[in-house]
């Protein structure tokens, strides 16, 4: 029996954007209230159907910001995702103000492997964030950063912000340099062939 796969709903040919979980443009009363809605229909289905109920769509996890920070949309803000069945674009949840963003790059396999033969995982994730973080802007900043990446004094500057903040950007960075996935490499085979066909 053939596996059918679901083409995956956001562009793997673009940079990351990642905005924090606690950036201040979050709409937290609508994740809230969407967070509500989903655990009403999770209730409801279990009391209908037990335990066999299918409660996939309806899991916190299964958020569409979720899926955002988990990587899964390779932190594409234009992703349509769905909420119950409902489309959902990432973007329209930053709507409270001008978020900060930071643009995240693909690596060099070289500098890649370089980071990845890093023992210590904190350095790990802070080699990460100096090498795949391209840029920041947001309503107090517009800066980009060269190929070499963030400098010392602005990761400092980060860190002064948020003391966390270094470590979840070389997360986010290394998320979003991960192996494509199945359906990700599926998409862009559908999106080469008419090229090749020339």
Same mark, same amino acid.
């Given at each position: 029996?053939?596996?059918?796969?679901?083409p995956?709903?956001?562009?793997?040919?673009?940079?990351?954007?990642f905005?924090?979980?606690?950036?201040?443009?979050?709409?937290?009363?609508?994740?809230?209230?969407?967070?509500?809605?989903?655990?009403?229909?999770?209730?409801?289905?279990?009391?209908?159907?037990g335990?066999?109920?299918?409660?996939?769509?309806?899991?916190?996890?299964?958020?569409?910001?979720?899926?955002?920070?988990?990587?899964w949309?390779?932190?594409?803000?234009?992703?349509?995702?769905?909420?119950?069945?409902?489309?959902v674009?990432?973007?329209?949840?930053?709507?409270?103000?001008?978020?900060?963003?930071?643009?995240?790059?693909?690596?060099?396999?070289?500098r890649?492997?370089?980071?990845?033969?890093?023992?210590? %995982?904190g #350095?790990?994730?802070? !080699?990460?964030?100096? $090498?795949?973080? /391209?840029a920041i802007?947001?309503?107090?900043?517009? +800066?980009?950063?060269?190929?070499?990446?963030? %400098?010392? #004094?602005?990761?400092? !500057?980060?860190?002064? $912000?948020?003391? /966390?903040?270094?470590?979840?950007?070389?997360?986010? +960075?290394?998320?979003?340099?991960?192996a494509?996935t199945e359906?990700?490499?599926? !998409?862009?085979?559908?999106?080469?062939?008419?090229?090749?066909?020339?």
């Amino acid at each position: 029996m053939l596996r059918t796969l679901i083409p995956p709903q956001h562009r793997i040919d673009v940079p990351g954007q990642f905005i924090c979980d606690w950036d201040t443009s979050l709409d937290t009363a609508r994740l809230a209230a969407e967070l509500a809605e989903m655990e009403a229909e999770r209730a409801k289905r279990l009391a209908d159907e037990g335990e066999s109920a299918d409660l996939r769509g309806f899991r916190p996890e299964d958020h569409p910001l979720s899926s955002y920070w988990s990587g899964w949309t390779r932190f594409d803000l234009q992703a349509q995702c769905y909420l119950m069945g409902r489309p959902v674009v990432i973007r329209s949840y930053f709507n409270q103000g001008e978020p900060t963003i930071f643009t995240l790059k693909r690596l060099s396999w070289q500098r890649y492997c370089l980071i990845m033969d890093i023992e210590d %995982p904190g #350095e790990q994730l802070r !080699a990460f964030a100096m $090498a795949g973080v /391209s840029a920041i802007k947001g309503a107090d900043v517009d +800066v980009t950063f060269d190929a070499k990446g963030v %400098p010392d #004094e602005r990761m400092q !500057a980060l860190f002064n $912000a948020k003391h /966390s903040l270094p470590q979840v950007l070389g997360t986010a +960075v290394a998320l979003y340099n991960r192996a494509l996935t199945e359906q990700e490499c599926g !998409a862009l085979r559908t999106f080469r062939a008419p090229l090749q066909q020339r």
